[in-house]
């Protein structure tokens, strides 16, 4: 066995921690890419019967983003069992009370509603900013691609460099700058 | 228009000679690329308002557009995405707000694209230093589901 199939029979037996930034990115898509990595869909040894799913940290859940309106157009149902106990949460409304709930809502609903779903939850960490305590980021040994890229803000760039930024069009001979 | 470009101009009109398209032009009727800035200077009582004509900061660094009869976006061939701010920042005004279609130079189409651009930037917050001067400036002191983080899809854009 050479080495890097031995290290890749370690990595598979063994429960790696993967590291994911949230920031700007859609939980519903993420929550695809995570669930994988939590169940162990991407090991040659998966089986629904073998626990081989991996521990995965997601940091800047707060700063998540969704396409559009959605913020307001979409709705978390909770009914207390009680008459009149039904009640309807909007996502900002969620994502203001605590900003890691809708993440893992959306990974929650993204697995079959099996018994294994509550102990694979189990291995899901979501921090709201990038503070992790140090006895869980010393386990991180890989980090999972960001599915879109981070939008860059205008003000972030060097004044000089947007100044002197290629240009499509020029002012009219008699504008008036304002 | 000076009078010595008026006498070379006559010159050429009387000579005759055909002009062909390829021949590049060398002279211009219409003043250079220039704009205005209006300036109020407060002296004591005395209030002076000016309008200098300045030379254009984006003249440098202008993109030549070589085809006679393109808008200058068609031209570029670019597929400008929302979250481009480097360039649709150059067709708004310092309050943010989309120039005319004559001031940019846009073909229909294309103007209409980059008005929803910048409104989909501007609702994503990706321009918070060009808005007006009353703007909170900071997207997440925005009011409810405005200050959460969103990104659109560009396909959604209506085009005829």
């Not at chain 1, 040894?45 to 521990?55: A, E, S, T, V």
């Not at chain 1, 983003?65 to 979409?74: C, I, N």
Request: glycine share 4%.
């Amino acid at each position: 066995m050479s080495t890097i199939k031995r290290v890749q029979q370690w990595a598979t037996f063994a429960r790696i921690w993967h590291i994911y930034d949230a920031a700007w990115q859609n939980p519903f898509e993420s929550a695809k890419l995570l669930r994988k990595y939590l169940m162990g869909m991407h090991k040659p040894i998966y089986h629904p019967l073998n626990d081989c799913g991996d521990h995965v940290i997601v940091i800047n859940s707060k700063d998540i983003a969704l396409p559009g309106d959605e913020w307001k157009k979409r709705v978390y149902f909770h009914h207390t069992g009680y008459p009149g106990g039904a009640s309807w949460t909007l996502a900002w409304e969620l994502h203001t009370k605590d900003p890691t709930l809708v993440l893992k809502k959306a990974v929650y609903n993204s697995m079959k509603g099996n018994l294994q779903r509550r102990y694979t939850m189990e291995r899901l960490h979501i921090f709201p900013d990038s503070n992790i305590p140090e006895n869980i980021m010393k386990n991180v040994s890989n980090q999972l691609q960001q599915l879109r890229p981070k939008p860059t803000r205008l003000d972030s760039y060097d004044e000089k460099y947007v100044k002197e930024f290629p240009k499509i069009i020029d002012y009219p001979k008699d504008y008036i700058l304002r | 228009m000076s009078f010595f470009m008026q006498n070379s101009l006559r010159n050429i009109l009387n000579t005759r000679i055909l002009i062909s398209e390829n021949i590049k032009r060398n002279i211009f009727a219409s003043t250079p690329l220039a704009v205005k800035e209006i300036r109020t200077v407060e002296n004591g009582k005395d209030i002076t308002i000016s309008a200098e004509i300045i030379e254009s900061e984006r003249k440098p660094f202008l993109v030549e557009n070589n085809s006679g009869h393109a808008c200058p976006l068609c031209a570029s061939g670019l597929d400008v995405k929302h979250t481009d701010v480097l360039i649709l920042s150059q067709f708004i005004r310092s309050d943010g707000c989309m120039m005319p279609k004559r001031i940019t130079g846009l073909c229909n189409k294309q103007q209409r694209r980059i008005s929803s651009l910048v409104t989909m930037a501007q609702k994503s917050g990706l321009m918070p230093n060009i808005a007006p001067p009353n703007s909170k400036r900071n997207p997440q002191t925005r009011f409810g589901w405005k200050k959460f983080n969103k990104y659109f899809d560009e396909t959604t854009i209506k085009s005829k």
